[in-house]
């Protein structure tokens, strides 16, 4: 399993883009990038994922180096309902497991 | 709302108590998976279900015993606990056989072991 780096935690202004990086310098060729977040008091829930071109979608958008041995987590807009864990995670294609590290917490200033 | 849910949101239980922790998953996926997620601690996979057939146990102890009756349904049966037992237990379900299955899952148990 490839290993990741992220910060323990990161805060942010409401309202203003939040860059989450992840460090994966053992990523296999096939792993995928997701990425979770975990609220407080509630199960993770899936954010976004990708290979090697950058993804965007209604919640976020996944930046991924060109050497796939990093990515960043973009929020463009962060609210108070953006605090919480993020995690990201390399998972080979078709693997039925996740493996989930200490992620960042994130923390929103109002 | 996830379409993952689980009961009861909070249990306590004594040493010698059994009780069961039960999920459904009204999702139409095909495997189900049981997370502990303690203090200060990550996420640990502890077993997971795929079409009901157990595929991993990620050496829980015996005193923690899964049942998957049908791809909708699991649950943890739980007998003569210890306190470090104590912990918020996740369920989580995936569409095994896709490109990529994106776990959904529960709210969790929390579980308190006096």
């Known amino acids: 399993d490839a290993k990741t780096t992220q910060p323990n935690s990161m805060e942010s202004n409401e309202e203003e883009p939040v860059h989450l990086p992840c460090n994966h310098s053992?990523?296999?060729?096939?792993?995928?990038i997701h990425w979770y977040r975990q609220l407080p008091s509630q199960g993770p829930e899936y954010v976004i994922h990708g290979l090697t071109s950058n993804v965007n979608n209604r919640m976020a958008s996944l930046a991924i180096a060109e050497d796939r041995k990093s990515s960043t987590l973009i929020l463009h807009r962060a609210t108070l309902r953006d605090a919480a864990v993020y995690y990201c995670?390399?998972?080979?294609?078709?693997?039925?497991?996740?493996?989930f590290g200490k992620g960042t917490r994130l923390h929103i200033l109002p | 709302e996830t379409g993952v849910t689980q009961t009861p949101r909070h249990l306590v239980m004594g040493m010698t108590n059994k009780k069961s922790l039960k999920c459904e998953q009204h999702l139409g996926h095909n495997a189900m998976y049981w997370y502990k997620q303690s203090a200060k601690k990550p996420l640990e996979l502890m077993f997971v279900?795929?079409?009901?057939?157990?595929?991993e146990n990620n050496s829980v102890p015996s005193r923690f015993s899964p049942e998957c009756p049908n791809s909708s349904h699991l649950f943890l049966h739980l007998h003569t606990l210890q306190p470090e037992d104590s912990a918020l237990y996740l369920c989580?379900?995936?569409?095994?056989?896709?490109?990529?299955?994106?776990?959904?899952f529960g709210p969790g148990t929390r579980l308190t072991v006096t």
């Open positions: 279900y795929n079409f009901k057939e157990q595929t």
């Open positions: 995670i390399p998972i080979p294609v078709r693997d039925d497991k996740i493996i």
């Open positions: 989580a379900s995936s569409q095994i056989g896709t490109s990529l299955g994106e776990q959904y």
């Open positions: 053992t990523i296999s060729g096939t792993d995928y």
